[in-house]
Nanobody, 117 residues
Framework: QVHLVESGGGLVQAGGSLRLSCAVSGRTFSSYAMAWFRQAPGKEREFVARITWSGGYTFYADSVKGRFTVSRDNAKNTVYLQMSSLKAEDTAVYYC??????????WGQGTQVTVSS
């Protein structure tokens, strides 16, 4: 099994930055990837960013492109989401997920990000 634990959320003013972390434990596969999703109050869960275990290829939603950066630290078994130029509309619970791209089998518990404007 793969276990994911997010951390790093909090309250930040618009224009500020936060770095979210997702600690990974358990078996990983070269064909798997890591992704970040978010869910704002009253809205559906949406994709934010992903990174592959093999090659480190990244992909971002248009809404965060140029502002967010997803990365990984293999020594720490951790995936990060660096968020900059935050907007009020970025307010959401952020989740990390693991699995084959498009089939996210494992999910963390989520961490709250609140951006004040």
């Amino acid at each position: 099994q793969v276990h994911l634990v997010e951390s790093g959320g909090g309250l930040v003013q618009a224009g500020g930055s936060l770095r979210l972390s997702c600690a990974v434990s358990g078996r990983t596969f070269s064909s798997y990837a890591m992704a970040w999703f978010r869910q704002a109050p009253g809205k559906e869960r949406e994709f934010v960013a992903r990174i592959t275990w093999s090659g480190g290829y990244t992909f971002y939603a248009d809404s965060v492109k140029g502002r967010f950066t997803v990365s990984r630290d293999n020594a720490k078994n951790t995936v990060y989401l660096q968020m900059s130029s935050l907007k009020a509309e970025d307010t959401a619970v952020y989740y990390c997920a693991s699995g084959v791209i498009g089939t996210w089998d494992y999910w963390g518990q989520g961490t709250q990000v609140t951006v004040s404007s």
